[in-house]
């Protein structure tokens, strides 16, 4: 119909191989006016009932240069992590699992191997589950979700698709081990208008709310055309407690807020 735009097809974008799931923030693009026959179905996967994230700033830059930004970033999810945007979830809670506040329990600037041009999925695993091993982060549990924020210039690479050409970060599993990650919002594509700051909290909060609702990619609550909470509203904001942070789909609302 004229005047509509279509939800970008991102579940070609990091598609690594048949059946994955959508699960990124899509490059920028203008507000839907509106999404039909959206409605996320419970899959009887795990949900993330209390958030215990784990921020991992992956760099020297985030203890030099970047380090007021990396501060600012552990407010906002110690804010949001108790706000309204996490008690809107609520309505997606299932037997036995029940969405509510989570905390910030623990942050860590990580120079060491930190890549210096780009960074593939495959090595963000096998990273995570070194530090976690190490005891240089937190031990996970069903709870624990990792944000690994990576430096400016770095490029994310997951699926043959490349952060700042086809997302701005995604969330993925391995095994029982959650985590987002969460490239430099260094290009208009990944910045949408916005500040630094506002950019990362928005992208962070589409992520932070999709792995709550959908840890394992697919099996919580999701969308076959649409994919996660987050991406049908993709690029539409909100302030809550302050931040900048994106609309969630409501299935009892049938729209973003």
Not at 111 to 119: N, Q, Y
């Amino acid at each position: 119909m004229p005047g509509r735009r279509s939800i970008p097809r991102k579940k070609s974008l990091q598609k690594s191989s048949p059946g994955d799931a959508i699960r990124v923030v899509p490059i920028h693009h203008p507000p839907l006016q509106r999404v039909a026959a959206v409605n996320l179905t419970y899959r009887g996967g795990p949900l993330i009932e209390a958030a215990k994230v784990f921020t991992i700033f992956w760099g020297p830059s985030w203890a030099n240069a970047a380090a007021g930004l990396a501060a600012a970033m552990n407010k906002f999810f110690g804010d949001i992590l108790v706000s309204p945007l996490i008690d809107q979830l609520s309505e997606y809670n299932v037997s036995g699992q029940s969405i509510g506040h989570g905390n910030v329990i623990g942050s860590k600037t990580i120079a060491a191997g930190a890549p210096t041009k780009s960074v593939t999925d495959s090595a963000i695993q096998t990273a995570v589950k070194n530090w976690i091993s190490s005891g240089i982060v937190a031990q996970s549990d069903g709870n624990t979700l990792y944000f690994i924020f990576l430096e400016a210039g770095i490029v994310s690479v997951m699926g043959g698709s490349r952060s700042c050409q086809s997302y701005c970060g995604y969330h993925n599993n391995v095994g029982g081990i959650y985590y987002a990650v969460m490239p430099y919002p260094g290009c208009g594509g990944c910045l949408g208008g916005l500040t630094v700051l506002n950019a990362l909290t928005g992208t962070s909060s589409h992520e932070l709310c999709e792995a709550i609702t959908d840890p394992v990619p697919g099996t919580g609550w999701y969308d076959d055309t649409h994919g996660e909470i987050g991406d049908i509203c993709a690029w539409q904001f909100k302030k809550v407690s302050g931040y900048t942070v994106q609309l969630e789909w409501s299935n009892k609302a049938n729209k973003c807020f």
